[in-house]
């Protein structure tokens, strides 16, 4: 199983930013991908996640209505577009596939 992410993200306050997780080594439908985030010398925070059979999604509540989930299944690849970026935003984001297996991460950093 390996999950593999986008590059690093550097976005303006108020940008949206949108970071993939690009699965393989698994059927890609058969369970839930998460995303959860790490920000500068905090812990993990669960954002959520999305099912790729039906693209049923599950946000917290932090992030409900500026957090987006998707899933191409002709890729393997899952997404999570997060709008109206700010400072706070700032950290490390991860896939994680059964939380045994993580993408490598993603850093976004928001800066003007």
């Known amino acids: 199983v390996q999950l593999v992410q986008s590059g690093a993200e550097l976005r303006n306050p108020g940008a949206s930013v949108k970071v993939s997780c690009k699965a393989s080594g698994y059927t890609f439908t058969s369970l839930y991908i998460e995303w959860v985030r790490q920000a500068p010398g905090q812990g993990l925070e669960w954002m959520g996640r999305i099912d790729p059979e039906d693209g049923d999604t599950v946000y917290a509540q932090n992030f409900q209505g500026r957090v987006t989930f998707t899933a191409d299944t002709s890729t393997s690849t899952a997404y999570v577009e997060l709008i109206s970026l700010r400072s706070e935003d700032t950290a490390m984001y991860y896939c994680?596939?059964?939380?045994?297996?993580w993408g490598q991460g993603t850093q976004v950093t928001v800066s003007s």
């Open positions: 994680t596939y059964a939380h045994e297996y």
